[in-house]
């Protein structure tokens, strides 16, 4: 038997997605230079709903790229199974920008190292801010999100899952424990 | 989902999810040599070794290029055959080079079964760069990218090689995987250059180009090599430039979408006239450009972290 | 000192013998075969058996000793591929009491001095017998004849340019006449090198799909042919070496139906391989002529049965493995094949293509024949030259314990059933693997 238990439905989502939009305009003191770049792959569609709430609050339109990380990473050396790589694609320069990183859930923190290496690549950007919608702790890199949904502490065995629409078909958030 | 060898020697060695995870890997790779900075961090720390006993520019700077945008050390020996006994260098580089302990050796031998010798031989992963007429897998691959890219697919396709299959290891190399992922495959040339039996492989066999193209959705020219005919194996390049050579009145008899596919280097006006070469069909230059991609892919499966 | 093999089944087609006797061998020569052969006068058995060794071989099959009639020694020349002491020792393992051996040495056997080096080596060996075969031309180049008589003095037994065609056809019309003449044969290497040339495999579906340069049948055919019909019109005797192809057995059927003084062998890889061996350029199923198609398998068994092909010979060419392990198109060609010969000829008798006389018969008898030497045949008063085999004597192929210096063997690893477990020559024991 699985436990499963479901910590986020999709109106906690949808509000804290809300909440991050505005605690993004708040921070950057508008749109000026923004831009949304979503972590392959929850993060994509996060950056693509945070755009639309973004555009619908100041009416302009975000530029949003799409980050895999998967050739910055720091564990293909010892991952198992070798993860599908996906295509990167940033459709505008990153120099001088206010990047927000987009990331489902923040773990260890290392996806986020890769992201800003790979993002470094790609120009120099003015800041890098990062919102996740789940921060369930563990980190192991001096990191730290800039706009959080919902801090969850979880215990190392537990996997969190963050489950939207686009691929999942239903939006909620839940713990489950591998060990069972 | 990975690759289940060590090495890629050919493509008949591969399943078809093999090659799909190839190419859409390689796919993934296309954007990377777009940026102003191409090049990722995979596989720092890694070493290829490129070992060219036959003289190639294309192929051997594609692997340059795809290993060190993968921030890989990329190390060139061109060894010639001829210059030492023979036989002897490849067993003692093999052993030499496994004792550098590099992670990939791609290989380029004027000798069939080359490469497979060295992967007997040594731990590291073999990519074969080309063996004698035997096969290319890496062209092979790239092409089939690129009918993919340009066609949305490589399956139920017709695809026509004209030149000489018989010395031809990129026509072996294409035959398996075009075969494979369901499209057909027609050969053509002149009879010297058909080799026996090759019906076997699955391919439809003519002896002229009209037929060869007819309605066809791919046209892959190969290369003419001038020194078969010092060897008899055909009477004079005039005579078969005349009948072999694609250009824009033949080129009508292929489907009105044709592509023209050139594995390169290109004897202009031989095998190809230049209208046909550098026009709207020709995706000769997109081949060459998968080309690092389809290579970066490899590259990356094989080494890129644990297998 | 006696020797008395006691309890085998006796095998010897020269004088139509299948049955379980005894063999009493006195002073290097067969001295009796029959029930009960040397029966003590005394009961004595203990003074008996001092100065007679009784050897228990039930169970076991007795045959005149095996000869193969086309091997390479490699000596004078290339030792370091084997040497008339390694071949020796690995004839004698593989039950073979005489050798016949190839003259594309170094120099080439062309002349009498060479041809009583290799015999005056084998003496001193002293472990089978050795046959020297010598070159049709000086140094095998094709252009003139060597000394027939003067070589057939020294002890040649035959002719042959092994390795290469006689490529001159007038060449080998005068090498025919002259060597039968002498009552000897020709040994044609069947070989149209310009059809040949370049070539590292059969020419075939295989070939094709591993890019190798192939060898087609036609190039043995064609040879085949041109030299039957030579041997047709001088009426001499023709030897056809180490026949691989469907055709050439047709020809050879052809010409022995027509009365035509020709005779054939083939080699156990022959009708045991096909060029599927090559798959992984397996450089040690690299062999000249090439493992052909299964048709040529079926073929050359087919000839065996209607005994079109009188005798399986090894056709072994060790190398070292300087010469095997390279790449596949510069790899020398040849399998060495003195210790699996005799294995894989009885897969045949399992088969059902030859019974085991039929199969003894096309090691001793006919190439005895076409030699026409004192062997191949267990006659009172003969050379006490004796092959026991264990015909169920399971074993597996280990190349590195094979005693030729040629481990180039594609059969590395492979069962085996059948085996010499006792080769006697001169009536002296030259190698034993009793159980």
């Known amino acids: ?180 | 989902m990975k690759l289940t060898n060590k090495d890629i020697l050919g493509i008949k060695e591969l399943s078809v999810d093999e090659i799909n995870l190839i190419l859409d890997t390689a796919a993934s790779f296309i954007e990377v040599s777009t940026r102003e900075i191409k090049k990722v961090p995979t596989l720092r720390g890694k070493t290829v070794v490129n070992l060219f006993f036959e003289a190639s520019t294309r192929t051997r700077t594609s692997f340059e290029i795809a290993g060190k945008r993968l921030s890989a050390d990329t190390i060139n020996i061109s060894a010639t055959t001829s210059s030492v006994v023979k036989g002897e260098t490849l067993i003692d580089t093999a052993r030499n080079l496994e004792a550098m302990n590099p992670d990939a050796i791609v290989i380029r031998h004027s000798a069939a079964g080359a490469p497979h010798m060295l992967a007997r031989m040594v731990k590291q992963s073999i990519i074969n760069a080309g063996d004698g007429a035997h096969e290319h897998p890496t062209q092979a691959l790239l092409d089939m990218m690129t009918i993919k890219e340009k066609k949305g697919t490589v399956s139920g396709l017709k695809v026509a090689i004209v030149g000489d299959i018989a010395h031809s290891r990129v026509a072996r190399s294409n035959i398996y995987g075009l075969t494979k992922m369901g499209s057909q495959v027609i050969v053509a040339g002149p009879a010297m250059m058909i080799p026996r039996d090759i019906a076997r492989m699955g391919v439809t066999v003519y002896n002229n180009l009209a037929e060869a193209i007819k309605d066809v959705d791919i046209v892959m020219m190969l290369r003419i090599q001038l020194e078969r005919q010092q060897q008899n194996i055909f009477p004079s390049l005039r005579e078969y430039s005349s009948y072999f050579c694609l250009n824009r009145h033949n080129i009508k008899l292929a489907k009105e979408d044709v592509l023209v596919m050139h594995p390169g280097p290109i004897n202009r006006g031989i095998e190809i006239s230049p209208d046909i070469a550098d026009g709207p069909y020709s995706i000769i230059l997109d081949q060459v450009t998968n080309g690092v991609a389809v290579r970066m892919a490899l590259l990356y499966l094989l080494i890129g972290g644990q297998r | 000192m006696k020797l008395l093999l006691t309890g085998g089944r006796i095998i010897d087609p020269s004088q139509g013998l299948d049955a379980n006797l005894d063999i009493l061998i006195e002073n290097g020569k067969i001295a009796e075969i029959g029930k009960n052969a040397h029966k003590p006068k005394t009961d004595s058995r203990k003074s008996a058996s001092r100065e007679i060794n009784i050897v228990d071989i039930n169970g076991m099959v007795a045959v005149p000793g095996l000869i193969d009639m086309h091997t390479h020694l490699r000596e004078p020349g290339f030792e370091y591929k084997e040497s008339i002491q390694t071949g020796s020792e690995a004839g004698a393992a593989g039950g073979f009491t005489s050798l016949a051996c190839m003259p594309n040495t170094n120099p080439v056997n062309d002349t009498r001095s060479v041809t009583e080096y290799i015999k005056r080596k084998a003496a001193s060996c002293n472990l089978v017998n050795v046959y020297p075969i010598a070159a049709v031309s000086m140094g095998s180049e094709g252009t003139s004849l060597t000394e027939f008589m003067d070589l057939k003095d020294a002890g040649a037994v035959a002719f042959s340019d092994d390795g290469k065609p006689v490529a001159n056809s007038a060449l080998m019309r005068r090498a025919l006449e002259y060597a039968s003449s002498l009552g000897m044969s020709i040994i044609s290497h069947c070989e149209d090198t310009c059809l040949s040339h370049g070539g590292s495999m059969n020419e075939g579906f295989v070939s094709t799909e591993l890019g190798l340069q192939g060898i087609p049948n036609i190039a043995e055919d064609a040879i085949v042919a041109r030299d039957i019909i030579i041997a047709e019109y001088t009426g001499a005797l023709l030897h056809i070496a180490h026949v691989s192809t469907a055709g050439a057995v047709r020809l050879i059927r052809d010409a022995k139906a027509r009365g035509l003084r020709v005779t054939a062998e083939t080699a156990p890889h022959y009708f045991t391989l096909t060029d599927e061996a090559l798959r992984e350029f397996d450089t040690c199923a690299k062999v000249n002529p090439p493992l052909r198609t299964l048709e040529d398998v079926n073929a050359v068994r087919e000839g065996l049965r209607d005994g079109t092909i009188d005798v399986i010979a090894s056709d072994h060419a060790p190398h070292a493995s300087t010469d095997k392990e390279v790449e596949f198109e510069y790899a020398s060609f040849g399998i060495t094949g003195l210790e699996t010969s005799l294995a894989l000829s009885l897969r045949l008798v399992d088969d059902g293509i030859l019974t085991l006389g039929q199969l003894i018969l096309g090691m001793t008898v006919n190439p005895a024949r076409i030699f026409n030497i004192p062997k191949g045949t267990l006659k009172t008063g003969g050379d006490a030259d004796i092959t026991v085999i264990d015909p169920n004597r399971n074993w597996t192929v280990d190349r590195d314990g094979l005693l030729s210096k040629g481990k180039n063997t594609p059969f590395h690893g492979q069962a085996m059933k059948g085996k010499a477990i006792m080769t006697i020559m001169g009536g002296e024991i030259k190698y034993r693997d009793l159980p």
């Open chain 1, 1 to 180: 038997m699985e436990q499963k238990k479901v910590v986020m439905d999709a109106d906690g989502i949808d509000r804290s997605l809300t909440r991050i939009a505005y605690e993004i305009l708040e921070k950057n003191k508008g749109t000026e230079e923004l831009c949304l770049v979503g972590i392959r792959t929850g993060g994509v569609f996060l950056a693509e709903r945070l755009k639309k709430k973004l555009t619908s609050i100041e009416g302009v339109d975000l530029p949003v790229g799409i980050l895999d990380i998967t050739l910055y990473r720091d564990d293909l050396r010892l991952a198992n199974k070798k993860p599908m790589l996906g295509k990167t694609d940033i459709p505008f320069s990153l120099d001088n920008r206010k990047v927000v990183l987009v990331d489902d859930v923040l773990f260890t923190g290392r996806t986020i190292r890769a992201a800003m290496d790979a993002l470094i690549d790609f120009g120099r950007p003015q800041l890098i801010q990062l919102a996740v919608l789940i921060d369930r702790g563990h980190r192991e890199l001096p990191i730290r999100a800039d706009f959080v949904g919902k801090n969850l502490p979880s215990s190392l065995w537990e996997s969190v899952v963050v489950k939207l629409m686009e691929k999942n078909g239903v939006d909620e958030v839940v713990i489950e424990d591998d060990n069972q």
